[in-house]
């Protein structure tokens, strides 16, 4: 099983910045799509970005939510398993959990759980 650890949350005015960081357990050079989803309470999950690599590049096709597109950019570092979140011209209603995950139906089947870590939040407020 695959273990993932965001990190990099934190309190931010409107307009700030934050880079989130996601940790990956074990390799992930066969992992070819990655995302950050975002959660408010009582809300489900949304997708904020994703990335789909061809397996050893951390280059690929990327994917951004309405809300976010041209102020986000999702990245990854595969040497280091590491998935990131560079987040600009954060807006109050950025605000929520954000989590890392492993699309299971896009990496291998449907028979397969998707993997997510346990988030971290990200709270924008004046």
Same mark, same amino acid.
């Given at each position: 099983?695959?273990?993932?650890?965001?990190?990099?949350?934190?309190?931010?005015? +409107?307009?700030?910045?934050?880079?989130?960081?996601?940790?990956?357990?074990?390799?992930?050079?066969?992992?070819?799509?990655?995302?950050?989803?975002?959660?408010? +309470?009582?809300?489900?999950?949304?997708?904020?970005?994703?990335?789909?690599?061809?397996?050893?590049?951390? !280059?690929?096709?990327?994917?951004?939510?309405?809300?976010?597109?041209? !102020?986000?950019?999702?990245?990854?570092?595969?040497? #280091?398993?590491?998935?990131?979140?560079?987040?600009?011209?954060?807006? +109050?209603?950025?605000?929520?959990?954000?989590?890392? #995950?492993?699309?299971?139906?896009?990496?291998?089947?449907?028979? !397969?759980?998707?993997?997510?870590?346990?988030?971290?939040?990200?709270?924008?407020?004046?």
């Amino acid at each position: 099983q695959v273990q993932l650890v965001e990190s990099g949350g934190g309190l931010v005015q +409107p307009g700030g910045s934050l880079t989130l960081s996601c940790t990956v357990s074990e390799g992930i050079f066969n992992i070819y799509v990655m995302g950050w989803y975002r959660q408010a +309470p009582g809300k489900q999950r949304e997708l904020v970005a994703s990335i789909k690599t061809g397996g050893f590049s951390n !280059r690929g096709e990327t994917k951004y939510g309405g809300d976010v597109k041209g !102020r986000f950019t999702i990245s990854s570092d595969k040497f #280091n398993n590491k998935l990131y979140l560079q987040m600009d011209s954060l807006k +109050p209603e950025g605000t929520g959990v954000y989590y890392c #995950n492993i699309d299971a139906k896009m990496n291998w089947d449907s028979s !397969r759980e998707d993997y997510w870590g346990q988030g971290t939040q990200v709270t924008v407020s004046a």
